[in-house]
């Protein structure tokens, strides 16, 4: 119930929007974890988070390539500011997939 009301204060109606605090714990806790990136080529050249798998949003061939994931893992999806991750964590879980999104994008990571 906190965490709903948590939500809704900080503009998210969705309980899988994370804060990077809370993102990166629950990817460390998390067992069968797999770090998404959706953001383009061009911003992937500017770093990445470690071991992340990257699939462009924007990419015609963007639900064919999620398609080929692993449905009994948990994606954690981040882009540069958390709307296309947002985005593409909704599309995700229409195809069955469990998600959880950077709220705040790769910035929001803590160091």
């Given at each position: 119930m906190f965490k709903q009301i948590w939500n809704l204060l900080k503009g998210s109606s969705n309980p899988n929007d994370l804060s990077g605090a809370d993102f990166k714990a629950k990817f460390t806790e998390t067992p069968n974890a797999v770090m998404l990136d959706v953001r383009t080529k061009a911003e992937v050249s500017s770093g990445v988070?470690?071991?992340a798998k990257n699939i462009d949003f924007f990419s015609s061939s963007f639900k064919t390539e999620v398609q080929k994931l692993d449905k009994n893992k948990t994606?954690?999806?981040?882009?540069?500011?958390g709307n296309r991750s947002s985005q593409a964590?909704?599309?995700?879980?229409?195809?069955?997939?469990?998600?959880?999104?950077?709220?705040?994008?790769i910035g929001a990571w803590p160091k």
């Open positions: 988070l470690k071991g994606y954690f999806v981040y882009c540069r500011s964590c909704g599309v995700m879980e229409q195809l069955g997939y469990k998600t959880f999104n950077l709220v705040g994008g």
